[in-house]
């Protein structure tokens, strides 16, 4: 069995795919925060994640599965401090080998989200883009602290009352422009 552990730059994220025999094999990737580094807009502030891969290769396709287990920090859309959320993700992809560099007809039907075709040629495929994507769409779309035993929120205080004052400001500007509010003078 082929294991690796892969040192942590960017082309680490790679596994070579075409030179590896028929068999099972395992790699195992540390993600942080110089890994996000890399993504230009990148939500995620901080990463302390595990990307466990099994490879189960045959002559024409590999199955790739994939485990990622650790922690993002992301800012919270209320308050803006860093919140820091769990990262849990299973995932796989189906790796075929191409002769051409044109997808073929009976390729284009198998093409999905998670097919990946390797030309022949070709032996790294670099899983950087897929491991990224995946512990991005692993994070809850409301990002917020959550709330104590009491149903307070755990926000910054200072920026919560910064928020309510300028929700009441908000509410009394939309009062006054209303159309509504010149009938009440009638």
């Not at 009394?172 to 009638?186: D, V």
């Amino acid at each position: 069995m082929y294991q690796g552990v892969l040192v942590d730059n960017f082309n680490a994220y790679s596994v070579p795919i075409g030179d590896l025999p028929v068999g099972k094999h395992e790699f195992e990737f540390e993600v942080n925060d110089e890994f996000f580094a890399h993504f230009e807009g990148s939500e995620v502030l901080s990463a302390a994640v595990r990307v466990c891969l099994d490879v189960e290769k045959s002559s024409e396709v590999s199955h790739l599965l994939f485990g990622m287990e650790g922690t993002a920090t992301v800012e919270c859309d209320r308050c803006l401090d860093e919140l820091e959320l769990p990262v849990e993700f299973d995932g796989e992809l189906m790796v075929y080998l191409s002769t051409s560099p044109t997808v073929s007809k009976g390729e284009e039907e198998m093409e999905e989200d998670d097919t990946v075709f390797l030309l022949a040629g070709e032996s790294n495929l670099n899983l950087a883009q897929y491991i990224y994507e995946s512990i991005c769409l692993s994070l809850p779309m409301q990002r917020v602290h959550l709330d104590d035993e009491h149903g307070n929120t755990t926000c910054n205080p200072e920026m919560v009352a910064k928020l309510k004052e300028l929700q009441g400001e908000a509410q009394q500007i939309k009062e006054a422009n209303s159309p509504w509010s010149k009938l009440k003078n009638l």
